[in-house]
């Protein structure tokens, strides 16, 4: 069964684009990457699911139920961490978790201890006196304590430390194992690389990939730095061209004759040709004359 | 009931802060009637003569010498202006405050729809109106018995009830204006009783304007005209609950379909 499944969505701000034409799909019981430039429309996406926003067009379904007309069915299904986790003033955390629990007519104090614990987080704190990582915890003991199906996290990990981080993907791991669906909205490309089965690359509102992980990291393309000189000039395929002191180094994705010829007729005292990091393959899909 | 029970509780500081200032005005002014009423025959005649503001504060239909005209004009000014502030600006702020502090993403992705939420968060402002004027009249009544007068039931209870229904009035206005509001509620919500205070004000000066008191709720509880005559005007009462209702339709019409920033 689709976990979520959108099809043509489309929502602009007035006159400004969120997103268009938008197609997904995700399975249920994976875990799911969602990535891309700042303003490419993840939130705007995420919100749109959530029934925060209305799409202009198109139409999402979460497990089969309509964004427009089953919110909040959804939403029983559902548990989101916003990427900036705001709470009413005055609070301790263990009000507001307890509010949570209440608003979704739940016990959830057996799984709000157990996960307090395993990140670290005092829930007789006030919520105004939180760091803003102590307040993303908070958000995802949240999202977690109902053990929802679905899992909808935007930019789950800014302010976490490295360990709160590393347990708090282990927690994502066994829910994931015992059948919910993670969606995951992130910049850190290395966190969808170690935890996403498939991805989904957003730019510019619309959908411009969406693969596992592996076949997206695939690529022809290598990293090639030389020190000496080559005329590379008219040379098809050269990417992310950079100065590095005596020589150049960049992303070749052309033919590798051409590039041989060209370095055969120049002068060059050293050449190594490696795989591109992740990060490197993905930032040619957030580049739009790149691609 | 939850979000009533949360409501509540956020706006605990509030209720108590306003119900004690208004509660702590009226109980001085009651206390100092019996000081006042000796002089209330002179004050009475100055009152009388001030032309436009005579009129405009129905000080030419009571006698200030009696409690029930007292309280009509002084402590009906306090409880008149203190109720329809708080009313309004609980009001104006309880759909509105969501995104302005940015919690809506909280409330609204847990499974209760909106309509159940604004529901709970009218009731919620119905409830802290009907709990500061139950308190508001239970302290006037005995202020009044403290200081030895005979409390007139049928002018305090008429006058109370106009102040509740008045509070109840701009609280449904406001809570329409609070579905389409991102930020700056509470002076809105100021902003709005004042406006609604000095259209009462013009109404009641001018002739040509005086059609305003259907427009605001302070139309149909001039504590002068309600003591003076022992009722409540119905007509402009019923326009009054009528742009009441419109209120409240407006925000169900509104908030459901609200894009949440």
Redesign the interface.
Known sequence: MEAIAAKGLTKY?GKTRGIEGLDLSVEEGEFFGFIGPNGAGKSTTI?TL?????PNRGNAKIFGKDIRTQ??????E?G?L?S???????MKVKEVLR??A???NKDCSAAAEMLCERLKLDPSRKIDELSFGNRKKV?IV?ALQSEPRLLILDEPTGGLDPLIQHEFFEILRERNRKGATVFLSSHVLSEIRRYCGRAAVLRDGSLIACDSVEALSRTNARRISLRGEAVLEGLEGIRDLKQTGDGVSFLYGGDLGALLGRLAEGKISDLSVTEPELEEIFLHYYRKEEV | MTIVRHELKQGRTAFLIWCGCIAALLGICIFLFPEMKGEMDTVSEMFASMGVFTAAFGMDKLNFGTLTGYYAIECGNVLGLGGAFYAAIIATDVLSKEERMHTADFLLTHPLGRVRVMTEKLASVLIRIVLLNLLIYGISVLSMAAVGEAIPWKEINLLHLAYFLMQLELAGICFGISAFLRRGSVSIGLGIAVLMYFMNLIANITESAKDLKYLTPFGFCDGALIAAEGKLDGVVLAAGMALEALGILAAYLKYPKKDIA
Do not use: N, Q, V
């Open positions: 701000y919100r959530l029934g925060l926003i209305t919110k909040t069915a959804i939403l029983r559902t989101y916003p900036e986790a705001l709470f009413h003033p005055g509010l949570s209440d608003l979704r958000g949240c």
